[in-house]
């Protein structure tokens, strides 16, 4: 994709690819104020939240902090992975990015479980505010997860082929430059969503 | 040395349809972003009629007097309407606009689409898709953008929006009717405009151009920090280059707070949620739209207005044949009223409820705006004092662009105060200073820029001769149509009303209303002469040669017409752009490419 001006490109101390990967992060963390900030408003502009209609329902506080451990955890098996393909271990490189995949694909399926509980409870998209923005914030989270996993695999796929070395190495940094996004950002809407 | 040179045998399809090259998607969001500007600029007319002739019967299409008095068919128009008329399905034409005349309903549905269309789909498109791929590789001196595909995939984005867009207009229950603002809560339930899907297809498709728009600014930002020829420090840069810089950082922070607001949009209209509507058991914020709108919103009004700065600085100092005045400060400027984009959005909000003492600070951010517009504006100024001016048609445009821009922004002033806003907020006050800024600035920018660049995007010149009766008729249709607003404004005629006659202290000003609805339609037929000349000329221009209005900087380096991978060796500079008239120096220009060399033996 990028063959057209080597010349010019080896003086950069960034490739394209990683500058591009962090540029679109802007446009993430920009995405993702609009819809904490719309959260703020709400949480705010409520004196009791959870709003007087929705007392008795308790977000799964303890799970989701078990959770937030394992999407932690994911984040240092990645960076794990990437160290051990700068040390030319491709071998390395596919357990790590495995477990890295599973520990981001059990993280999606605690989640999913509990909201299927909190729909039972009675907590839904339309209860209100406090229902609404929680299934989109926290469910936009989990779209990026899952476009994280399904990026992590196709890495995985191309370790797999042996497309990768000690000296080319862009697609699992770029993945794990977003994967490290994705997993840093959850701390804060764990906070702000479950705790505060 | 490189695979580029030699000569790529392509098959249509790849080299115009799916083309990966920089020049053609340039050229191929140029063309869209004209053919959506007549639609954008039809719909306007559409709606001056209404306001200089309320509630009477278009012309050419709308029905006779005597088939509406007496339901005698006279003219070919009341032959389709008895047609109309008689057949049992409910026809588009008899649900908008039943005998040509147009239902408020179908006014408010028109002046909607004309800003959207105008602002997500002509005036970005133009300047930032197409100017911006266009230029940026060649005036950096690299042989495309960082990302091809991307690149590609970000024009056919814009394509899908602009189809999803499209298809609104025919659903039933009509398109968006909300202003292109969109302000929710009565954007968020269909029962306020009796909108049904036309308002989710307009989220809809705005949230797939920013995706598109997020893809181009990735790859504008990339290609220009990382790509730039040898030599080519940031501070040897075209200033267009810099305002295509900045506005794709403003793109790609600003689009993604809309995508959140559309998101949440969407979800209030097809999901239940009550993110906008203050509804007992909800608790939502009916002001919330406004805030994360307008976060969005102002900046995009800088990303309207900076690419037209950076044209008007290249077009004033080529054909001054002087340096850009102060080109730091310049660059400077514009950095300063980037940033500060981000912290007057409350000025659009001053009497949606707000403290006072937050309007005053909103009020005290926006003012200092103008400390680096007037910055601009001298500068602009000061390149052309003294300087041997040629007066080419992109020149005309450069100057109309300032001259426009410099009643634009001062008219700016005024609502920026919020003792004064509160009289003139959604009056034809707004009207004229967002038509003077984007119109009068943007789209003279454009139109010069285009002149400017045509030879070197399609090796011809544009026919000079209806280049000028396009600029004239432009420039005096334009003020005759923009300027008489301001009156109306200050005398109380509302912004987004569909038949002034009803109130009585309108009535007066039904004779202006006639003056502007004339000049619309000028100003409109004007327009047809552009794109004439521009296809006309595609084919039958008179051949320009490489660099013909002698220009320093890259991308009048490369042959004409451009090859794929645009330079043969890539260009080392030496210099920066604006080296026009250097003292000692025989020749007015020395182009940025050119090494340095012993100073001229003449005369020392």
């Not at chain 1, 950069?12 to 995405?31: F, K, T, W, Y």
């Not at chain 2, 020149?395 to 609502?415: E, N």
């Amino acid at each position: 994709m990028t063959h057209n001006t080597p010349e010019i490109q080896e003086r950069q101390p960034l490739s394209n690819a990683r500058l591009g990967i962090l540029v679109l992060l802007g446009a993430e963390i920009m995405l993702f104020s609009g819809l904490i900030g719309t959260f703020l408003v709400f949480r705010v502009g409520n004196v009791t939240w959870p709003p007087p209609s929705h007392i008795g329902i308790e977000l799964p506080r303890a799970v989701t902090g078990i959770n937030t451990v394992l999407l932690l955890l994911s984040g240092y098996t990645m960076l794990q992975a990437r160290r051990a393909i700068q040390r030319d271990n491709l071998k390395q490189l596919r357990n790590w990015l495995l477990i890295t995949g599973m520990l981001g694909l059990l993280f999606l399926g605690v989640q999913g479980s509990e909201w299927v509980q909190l729909i039972r409870n009675g907590l839904t998209l339309q209860s209100g505010v406090y229902g609404g923005i929680f299934y989109v914030l926290i469910g936009c989270h989990a779209v990026h997860v899952l476009s994280a996993v399904i990026w992590l695999f196709i890495v995985f796929g191309m370790a797999t082929a042996g497309r990768f070395s000690a000296a080319r190495y862009t697609g699992v940094d770029t993945c794990t430059i977003y994967w490290v996004f994705v997993v840093a950002l959850w701390p804060i809407l764990y906070v702000l969503v479950y705790l505060s | 040395m490189h695979d580029n040179e030699h000569h790529h045998e392509e098959s249509f399809i790849s080299k115009y349809i799916f083309s990966l090259d920089h020049k053609m998607i340039g050229k191929q969001f140029l063309i869209y972003g004209l053919l959506m500007f007549f639609i954008g600029g039809g719909l306007a007319l559409l709606f001056r009629w209404q306001l200089a002739y309320p509630d009477q019967p278009l012309p050419v299409i709308g029905a006779s007097q005597q088939y509406l008095d007496e339901g005698e068919v006279v003219t070919g128009a009341d032959r389709m309407w008895e047609r109309i008329y008689e057949s049992d399905k409910e026809e588009w034409l008899e649900t908008n606009m039943p005998s040509g005349v147009i239902t408020p309903e179908f006014y408010n549905m028109l002046f909607t689409m004309h800003a959207t269309i105008m602002v997500f789909f002509v005036v970005v498109p133009i300047l930032v898709g197409a100017f911006g791929n266009f230029l940026i590789p060649l005036m950096i001196g690299t042989r495309d953008m960082a990302f091809p595909i991307l690149n590609m995939l970000s024009f056919w984005l814009a394509v899908l929006a602009a189809i999803v867009m499209a298809i609104g207009f025919f659903v039933p229950g009509g398109h968006a009717a909300a202003g292109w603002t969109g302000y929710a809560p009565l954007s968020a339930d269909p029962q306020w405009t009796g909108v049904e899907w036309g308002q989710n297809l307009w989220a809809i498709s705005l949230l797939i151009q920013g995706f598109s728009s997020l893809v181009g600014s990735i790859n504008y930002i990339t290609t220009i920090i990382n790509m730039r020829a040898p030599g080519m420090t940031l501070f040897r840069m075209p200033l267009v280059i810099w305002s295509l810089f900045i506005v794709a950082i403003l793109l790609l922070l600003a689009f993604p707070v809309l995508s959140s607001a559309l998101a949440l949009l969407i979800f209030d209209r097809l999901a239940g949620t009550t993110f906008f509507s203050a509804t007992a058991e909800g608790g939502g914020d009916p002001l919330l739209w406004q805030h994360l709108f307008w976060f969005f919103g102002h900046p995009e009004v800088y990303i309207l207005i900076l690419p037209g700065m950076g044209i008007a600085s290249e077009l004033i100092a080529v054909f001054s044949r002087k340096p850009i005045f102060g080109y730091r400060s310049m660059v400077y400027a514009m950095i300063a009223i980037a940033f500060l984009g981000w912290i007057v959005w409350g000025h659009h909000m001053f009497q949606s409820g707000m403290r006072p003492g937050l309007g005053s600070i909103f009020m005290t951010t926006t003012m200092l705006i103008a400390v680096p517009s007037a910055i601009k504006t001298f500068n602009w100024l000061g390149t052309m004092f003294r300087g041997s001016i040629r007066f080419t048609t992109p020149m005309l445009h450069g100057i109309a662009f300032v001259s426009m821009f410099v009643i634009g922004g001062l008219s700016g002033i005024y609502m920026a105060n919020t003792p004064v806003d509160i009289f003139i907020h959604d009056t034809y006050y707004i009207v004229a200073h967002i038509h003077y800024v984007v119109f009068g600035g943007s789209l003279f920018a454009i139109f010069g820029g285009i002149i400017f660049w045509f030879p070197k995007m399609y090796g011809r010149y544009m026919n000079d001769a209806l280049s000028k009766i396009h600029f004239w008729l432009t420039f005096i249709a334009f003020n005759c149509t923009f300027f008489p607003m301001h009156i109306l404004g200050v005398g109380g005629h509302m912004r987004r009303i569909s038949n002034p006659q009803q109130y009585e202290f309108l009535q007066g000003f039904e004779g202006m209303n006639i003056f502007i609805t004339m000049s619309a339609f000028t100003l409109g037929f004007a327009q047809l002469i552009l794109v004439f000349n521009f296809f006309w000329s595609m084919y039958k221009g008179k051949v320009a040669e490489q660099n013909p209005w002698q220009v320093n900087t890259l991308e009048w380096e490369a042959p004409t017409p451009v090859p794929h991978g645009n330079f043969g060796q890539i260009p080392t500079v030496y210099r920066g752009p604006y080296e026009y008239s250097v003292p000692g120096e025989e020749s007015d220009w020395i182009p940025q490419a050119q090494p340095e060399h012993a100073p001229a033996t003449s005369g020392d």
